[in-house]
C-alpha cells in the first residue's frame, strides 16, 4: 500500500499484479491499474506489465511461504523458470524471475526506491535502551542470524541467555517469535538481520507494528534490526506500542 501510494505521489502511473488470496484487496483503491495472478503464473505477469507498457518494477508485500506446497499454479513460464532451480530457496525464485523479467525488458528495482523513510536508522528507538544481557544475546544471535542468512532459509532468531531458541524457516517471523516466546517464556531477544550480500530488489527485511505485539504476546523484551537495510512499517505506532510494552528495539 505504502509503497503503492509513494509512487503516485512522484508521479508514477502504477499497475499492480496482485497475487490471489495473498494481496489485499483494497490494493486496488490504491493504484491506477490492478491484474490479478495466481501464484506461479509467470506468463501472465510478464503479459499484464508488457501490456500495460512496464520497464520498471519492484517486489513489494508478502507471500505465505507455505503456499508453496499448497496452492502454486504455475503457467508454462512458470514452470520453465521453476525447473531450472536447483534448491527453492527465496533469493533463488526472485532472482530467476527477475532475470526473467530483464529478458523482457522489465527491470525489477530495489523495493526501497520510493520508501526511504522507512528505513531504520541507527541507534536505539525506544525510551528503553537494552540491559547487558540482552546486549550479549543481540551480539550472539546477530552471529547466528547472519549465519542462517548466507544459508538463505531465513532472517530472524530468538535467543535468551545465549540459547538459540527458535530460528526462522517457512513460516516467517512472527510465527518464530511466537515459538522462541514460549520457550523463553520472558524477557526473548529477536534478532532480525539482512543476508550477506542480501539483493535489495527483493526479501528486504522489515519489522512493524504487528511484529512488536507478538513479541509483547510472549512477553519478549528486545527487538534488533540491522540500520539501513531494514524497512520499519508503522514506524511511530511500533514505538510508542513498545514504549507502552516495556520493549527496547534498537537497529545496529
Given at each position: 500500500m505504502m509503497v503503492a501510494e509513494a509512487a503516485r505521489r512522484n508521479n508514477f502511473h502504477v499497475l499492480a499484479v496482485a497475487v490471489n488470496g495473498e494481496t489485499d484487496p483494497s490494493l486496488a483503491d490504491k493504484v491506477d491499474e490492478i491484474v490479478w495472478i495466481k501464484l506461479g503464473q509467470l506468463g501472465q505477469l510478464i503479459k499484464a506489465f508488457k501490456k500495460g507498457g512496464v520497464y520498471e518494477a519492484l517486489m513489494a508485500g508478502t507471500i505465505t511461504k507455505k503456499?508453496?506446497?499448497?496452492?502454486?499454479?504455475?503457467?508454462?513460464?512458470?514452470?520453465?523458470?521453476?525447473?531450472?532451480?536447483?534448491?527453492?530457496?527465496?533469493d533463488d525464485i526472485l532472482r530467476a524471475v527477475a532475470n526473467e523479467l530483464a529478458k523482457e525488458g522489465?527491470?525489477?528495482?530495489?523495493?526501497?526506491?520510493?520508501?526511504p523513510g522507512?528505513?531504520?536508522?541507527?541507534?536505539c528507538l525506544t525510551r528503553r535502551r537494552p540491559d547487558k544481557t540482552e546486549n550479549e544475546d543481540i551480539r550472539f544471535g546477530w552471529t547466528v542470524a547472519k549465519e542462517?542468512?548466507?544459508l538463505d532459509i531465513g532472517q530472524s532468531v530468538v535467543v535468551r541467555n545465549k540459547t538459540v531458541l527458535a530460528?526462522?524457516?517457512i513460516d516467517g517471523t512472527d510465527e518464530t517469535i511466537l515459538r522462541g516466546?514460549?520457550?523463553?517464556?520472558?524477557?526473548?531477544?529477536?534478532?532480525?538481520?539482512?543476508k550477506p550480500g542480501q539483493d535489495l530488489r527483493f526479501d528486504v527485511p522489515s519489522v512493524g507494528l504487528e511484529t512488536v505485539k507478538v513479541m509483547s504476546h510472549v512477553k519478549a523484551s528486545t527487538l534488533a534490526v540491522e540500520a539501513?537495510?531494514?524497512?520499519?512499517?508503522?514506524r511511530s505506532e511500533m514505538i510508542e506500542?513498545?514504549?507502552?510494552?516495556?520493549?527496547?528495539?534498537?537497529a545496529r
Open positions: 503456499r508453496m506446497f499448497e496452492n502454486v499454479m504455475p503457467d508454462l513460464k512458470g514452470l520453465a523458470v521453476m525447473s531450472k532451480l536447483a534448491v527453492f530457496h527465496d522489465i527491470e525489477i528495482v530495489s523495493s526501497t526506491a520510493h520508501l522507512l528505513i531504520a536508522p541507527s541507534g542462517l542468512g548466507r530460528l526462522e524457516a516466546g514460549r520457550l523463553a517464556r520472558k524477557k526473548a531477544v529477536v534478532v532480525k538481520v539482512s539501513g537495510k531494514t524497512l520499519l512499517f508503522d506500542y513498545a514504549d507502552k510494552s516495556g520493549i527496547a528495539i534498537i
